[in-house]
């Protein structure tokens, strides 16, 4: 019976680790990416819209980003937005597109990026964890015996720990992304 919770549960940690590497796409390495601004809340005509959904953003060169929106209207709009948000970058305004040349890391700013991701691996493992509490409550809840019960739980924990392993092999791989020069 334990053991239908288990794998009923693993969906959870799933969308643990998916959620965790969507937040990674956000942390900038050297590199140009499109997940850098796609979620950029960009004024629509009155309404808060994703840049994604008002504007084709590409990749053209390793260090560029060229958003090109569906309605030329709208580039005063992206432009300000870009330059309002977090990112600290500058983007040049052409009449038709808008590039965003990333400028490289420095060594102090990619340990930034580091902490950064340490405190969001740090996070996907609370959120397994807090999982793990759920579906062992859930197991303690069961009319079954006190070895079934335990049994569960060691079950339970190598999913657990599975899932942990997977977090920080993401995070290796991001670390070394990031300090890459």
């Known amino acids: 019976m334990h053991k239908e919770i288990i794998e009923k549960s693993k969906a959870n940690f799933e969308k643990t680790v998916s959620y965790f590497k969507e937040a990674l796409g956000k942390i900038r390495t050297g590199r140009a ?3 850098i601004v796609d979620n950029l809340m960009v004024d629509y005509y009155g ?3 994703p840049l994604k959904q008002v ?4 990749v053209p060169e390793p260090r560029m980003i060229v958003i090109s929106p569906w309605d030329k209207d709208n580039l005063v709009a992206i432009e300000k937005a870009i330059k309002e948000s977090d990112l600290n970058f500058n ?3 052409d009449g038709q597109i808008i590039r965003i040349n990333i400028p490289a890391l420095t060594e102090e700013r990619r340990k930034e990026f580091v902490k950064l991701l340490n405190n969001e691996a740090e996070g996907a493992r609370v959120s397994i964890r807090k999982c793990r509490e759920d579906i062992w409550d859930e197991i303690q809840a069961l009319t079954i015996g006190e070895d079934d019960k335990f049994q569960g ?3 339970l924990q190598k999913v657990v720990d599975e899932y942990n392993s997977i977090i920080e092999e993401i995070r290796k791989k991001k670390e070394a992304e990031i300090m890459q020069v």
């Open 55 to 58: 504007a084709s953003i590409s």
């Open 33 to 35: 990416s499109t997940a």
């Open 47 to 49: 309404a808060k819209s």
């Open 91 to 93: 983007p040049s305004n």
């Open 153 to 155: 739980k060691e079950k």
